[in-house]
C-alpha cells in the first residue's frame, strides 16, 4: 500500500508558463511534507519544505501548498526554465524518515 | 565541503558475492539513511540511523546489514547478492530533532548490477 502518490509520471510544460506537481498522501501522522529535484547519474535534491502546521511556504519561483483535509501537496514553479527539466520526487515525513513516491518527470520546453 | 561522498559509483557484482557500500558525512548530521532506487519507481528506506550506535530497519531490509561506529560512516552490507538487489543505492543525511529538521542531503548514488 503506497502511502505517497504521484500519479503523473510525466508533465510537459512551455517555458515562462506555470507547473503544477501533485501528490497525495495516506498517513495522517506525517509531519513535513519535502520535495527533491534529480537530475540523471545524480542523487536527488532538496528543494522547498512545508510542515504540516502550515498550508502554503514559498521560496523564489517555487510554492508548496498542502491541503491536509484532503492529503494532497502541490508544488508550483512560475516561471519555468528549461533548466528545471528534471524528476521531482515528494515525500512526506514522520519521525525524521522520509517516504517517497514515485517520482514526475517534468519537462519543460523552449 | 563534500556534502555526502558514496563509493564505489558502479560495481557489477555476481550472484553469492558479498559487498560493502561505503557512506561518510562530513556535515555533523545526526540521521543517515540507505535507499534504493529501482527503474521508474521512487527511492524505498532500507536501513536509517538515528546517531552513532544506533540503527533500525526500513522498508525494505531483507539482504543488508548496516552500522554506524562513527558520526560521519554508515556502510551498508551486501550478504550473498542476488538479482533482486539490482539497484542504484543512495545514501542520505540529515539533521533532525523533536520539533522538525532540514530536507536531506543525498550522496551521488552507486549503481549495483547484480549478475
Known amino acids: 500500500d503506497q502511502q505517497v502518490k504521484q500519479n503523473s509520471p510525466s508533465l510537459s510544460v512551455q517555458e515562462g508558463r506555470i507547473s503544477i506537481l501533485n501528490c497525495d498522501y495516506t498517513?495522517?501522522?506525517?509531519?513535513?511534507f519535502l520535495w527533491y529535484k534529480k537530475y540523471p547519474a545524480e542523487g536527488p535534491t532538496f528543494l522547498i519544505s512545508i510542515s504540516s502546521i502550515k498550508d502554503k511556504n514559498e521560496d523564489g519561483r517555487f510554492t508548496v501548498f498542502l491541503n491536509k483535509s484532503a492529503k494532497h501537496l502541490s508544488l508550483h514553479i512560475v516561471p519555468s526554465q528549461p533548466g528545471d527539466s528534471a524528476v521531482y520526487f515528494c515525500a512526506a515525513s514522520g519521525a525524521g524518515k522520509s517516504t517517497f513516491g514515485d517520482g514526475t518527470t517534468l519537462t519543460v520546453k523552449p | 565541503n563534500a556534502g555526502v561522498t558514496q563509493t564505489p559509483k558502479f560495481r557489477i557484482l555476481k550472484i553469492g558475492q558479498s559487498m560493502t557500500l561505503q557512506c561518510t558525512q562530513d556535515?555533523?548530521?545526526?540521521?543517515m539513511y540507505w535507499y534504493r532506487q529501482d527503474p521508474g519507481m521512487g527511492l524505498k528506506l532500507i536501513y536509517y540511523s538515528v546517531g552513532a550506535g544506533i540503527t533500525d530497519k526500513g522498508e525494505v531490509p531483507n539482504g543488508y546489514n548496516v552500522s554506524r561506529s562513527t558520526t560521519e560512516d554508515f556502510p551498508l552490507r551486501l550478504e550473498l547478492a542476488a538479482p533482486s538487489q539490482t539497484s542504484v543505492y543512495f545514501c542520505a543525511s540529515s539533521y533532525w530533532t523533536e520539533t522538525g529538521g532540514d530536507g536531506y542531503t543525498f550522496g551521488s548514488g552507486t549503481r549495483l548490477t547484480v549478475v
Open positions: 556535515m555533523n548530521h545526526n540521521y
Open positions: 498517513n495522517s501522522m506525517f509531519d513535513y
